[in-house]
């Protein structure tokens, strides 16, 4: 049997979806029972008999019960036989194609109880609305809200509170609010929508004042309430104000009756990195509950606490509790993280045996980009392909682990066949392709705008994560004004965003630029952290402008308690080196961690060749030999360098010894774009 009825199996024809917004005709068909929603009492059409409404009630009964049973085909089948049927019979047809996985066919229903003339009730509403929102079929709600005003129904409660769950889902918050702002009266679940709006979109400091909002309402919170509280200041690391809300749970006794809220502080513990409060929070739950059990695991294997994780998933076991996916993925990223290939292959062996290795996209996911960070980017491709259904999240992980082997043409061939296997895109994915652009040796202007165009029209230009990396590439393609641009229209740029402007000012030697966005972000309340410095430093390194980079370094500490690391130094040695202040250089290599590296004498002995100073020049290239001898970069350079001081003999044996060894270096290429299209 067809999953539609005959009746609306014209509308299946159709290429794409009706408009819901056309006018209702004024032919109204003859076997209907047309019931007018807009007031509380139930009106009949005049030659409607009581029987035949009987007829329809008891039909409809029949058709809620064959739904609620999952034999939808029946619930079809009664429909197909009925000679009358009303607003209500509708409603139950939506709503069950919509709870059984169809809403493209929920819209298709809808459609034709409007072109039937049946108007529509607030539940109708409230169906289709929740079917857009959960189905992304954005466009289609909003022509559903241009009905809801044409009919008038804005106000109600129920259609109010679907609208305001579809704006959200759409991060039309400031729309959202309004409607929510107009409501006439709020209840709980339409301020839990809204709480969980601003969660979902990361406006943690905005959601704790709504919370304060609601109590001001007279309304009570229940655990969702405080879940989604909980995990709006997990999600933005608010410690002090988690904390404050838990003592406020705690009295109101929501922490002992409710498992969801438990769970929820564990995990808001957790995401805070104060292990021993999470623990608290788990010792608290009922050994018999198995998501504190899988909750706690995650946790310490998420904060580098292995065997922690490991004595929590051997008691878990003890105690008859099966290990969920969440665990599991926990020890993988843990492996990721580390690049413990060994252990991750244990774990990949233990959700073999478990079985549950096909049967989960966030298990299959997390493998690819565990054997991809480890390096065994054949092993990560091999799971991909056994993959049965290409999935966003696979895709992406497989991405990301040819980014990190530095396959960067791979990454964008993976971008063009998501495209043309409809897949779809997502952050990660334009993210990830942008930064592969960005490190390939073919980048050019037009890829990094062609890729742009996509972000736009996709809606994924105004995420942070997106922009960040356009404003990376266009930077490394020399564009820095393109970069410039895409910085200003970001509403409120967080430190990451500062720190991708001013590496795009270093990476074009504009470090008074880099300077001055830096103060600009000081100025802003923002914290600098160490990658900041590190590109603020370049800046002033290939920008020439030492006394402000020393004044930075020292400031580092000073000022914003951060110690400066190797990278700090290496770009500290390489800015004195550059401006022939060598002594000065090789006194900082002497304090930087471990008395330097060989990436810091490198560029101290190409500052000794440039500026001519023989006596650091001889000091530097021979502990750089004993540090890098089958280095070919470091024997040429050592070599070159006793090359130009007039030791010949000693050049030639550096060169005699690479030969001996067979020390091959790798052949550089340059490109440039001439007379760029774009």
Not at 649 to 657: G, P, V
Request: glycine share 8%; hydrophobic share 40%.
């Amino acid at each position: 049997m067809p999953l539609l009825p005959k009746t609306i199996s014209w509308a299946m024809q159709s290429t794409k979806f009706l408009s819901f917004v056309r006018t209702i005709t004024t032919f109204t068909p003859k076997f209907y029972i047309h019931i007018a929603s807009s007031t509380p009492s139930l009106v009949l059409d005049s030659y409607c008999e009581s029987s035949a409404h009987e007829g329809v009630y008891s039909k409809n009964r029949i058709i809620d019960n064959l739904i609620k049973s999952g034999q939808l085909n029946s619930a079809l089948q009664v429909f197909d036989e009925m000679p009358l049927y009303d607003v209500v019979t509708y409603n139950l047809l939506i709503s069950g194609h919509a709870r059984c996985g169809f809403p493209k066919q929920a819209l298709y229903l809808y459609a034709e109880m409007v072109l039937q003339g049946i108007r529509e009730s607030p539940s109708t509403f409230s169906s289709v609305l929740g079917v857009c929102s959960n189905a992304g079929f954005y466009k289609e709600g909003i022509q559903v809200h241009c009905r809801v005003i044409t009919l008038g129904f804005s106000l109600n409660l129920f259609v109010g509170s679907s609208l305001v769950d579809l704006y959200m889902h759409l991060g039309l918050d400031d729309v959202a609010l309004k409607l929510f702002n107009e409501l006439p009266e709020r209840n709980l679940a339409v301020w839990n929508l809204v709480l969980r709006g601003y969660c979902e979109l990361g406006r943690s400091d905005e959601l704790l004042g709504l919370y304060s909002k609601m109590e001001l309402d007279g309304v009570e919170p229940n655990g969702l309430t405080f879940c989604y509280l909980f995990r709006g200041c997990s999600n933005s690391k608010l410690l002090d104000a988690g904390k404050q809300l838990h003592c406020h749970t705690v009295k109101v006794g929501w922490v002992e009756s409710n498992i969801f809220v438990a769970n929820a502080l564990v995990d808001f513990y957790s995401a805070c990195r104060s292990l021993v409060d999470a623990k608290k929070s788990f010792e608290s739950i009922p050994v018999e509950d198995v998501i504190s059990w899988n909750s706690i695991v995650a946790v310490n294997a998420d904060n580098g606490l292995l065997f922690d994780a490991l004595e929590f998933f051997s008691i878990m076991q003890f105690w008859g509790k099966r290990p969920s996916i969440r665990s599991f993925v926990g020890f993988l990223n843990w492996s990721s993280g580390t690049k413990n290939i060994q252990f991750g292959k244990q774990i990949h062996s233990y959700v073999v045996r478990l079985g549950i290795e096909h049967g989960s996209i966030h298990i299959q996911s997390a493998l690819i980009d565990m054997y991809g960070k480890c390096g065994d980017i054949e092993s990560s491709v091999a799971i991909y392909e056994s993959v049965s259904e290409r999935t966003l999240e696979c895709c992406n992980s497989l991405m990301t682990s040819l980014l990190h082997c530095g396959i960067t043409e791979d990454v964008v061939e993976m971008f063009g066949l998501m495209v043309d296997e409809g897949v779809g895109l997502d952050e990660v994915t334009f993210s990830t392709t942008l930064k592969a652009l960005s490190v390939s040796g073919s980048t050019s202007l037009a890829s990094c705008r062609l890729l742009h165009c996509c972000a736009i029209k996709s809606g994924f230009e105004s995420d942070t994560a997106v922009a960040c990396s356009l404003i990376d590439a266009y930077s490394r393609c020399g564009h820095v004004e393109l970069s410039c641009l895409i910085f200003n229209k970001i509403p409120s740029p967080n430190v990451i965003c500062f720190t991708s402007i001013i590496n795009g000012y270093a990476w074009n030697g504009m470090g008074r630029e880099g300077l001055e966005m830096l103060q600009a972000l000081v100025q802003k309340g923002l914290k600098p952290d160490k990658v900041t410095f590190l590109c603020a430093l370049t800046g002033c390194s290939h920008s020439g402008l030492v006394e402000e980079g020393k004044f930075l370094f020292d400031s580092m500490k000073t000022l914003h308690g951060i110690n400066p690391e190797r990278q700090h130094f290496s770009c500290m040695v390489d800015m004195l080196g550059r401006a022939g202040l060598l002594d000065e250089a090789q006194e900082l290599l002497q304090r930087a961690p471990g008395k330097g590296d060989s990436v810091m004498r490198s560029s101290l002995l190409q500052s000794c060749r440039l500026h001519g100073n023989e006596i650091v020049g001889r000091r530097v290239a021979k502990i750089l030999m004993e540090l890098e001898p089958d280095d070919p970069a470091v024997c040429l350079q050592a070599s070159n360098f006793y090359s130009e001081i007039g030791e010949f003999q000693t050049s030639m044996q550096i060169r005699e010894s690479a030969y001996a060894k067979k020390v091959t270096r790798e052949i550089g290429h340059s490109l440039i774009e001439i007379k760029s299209s774009c």
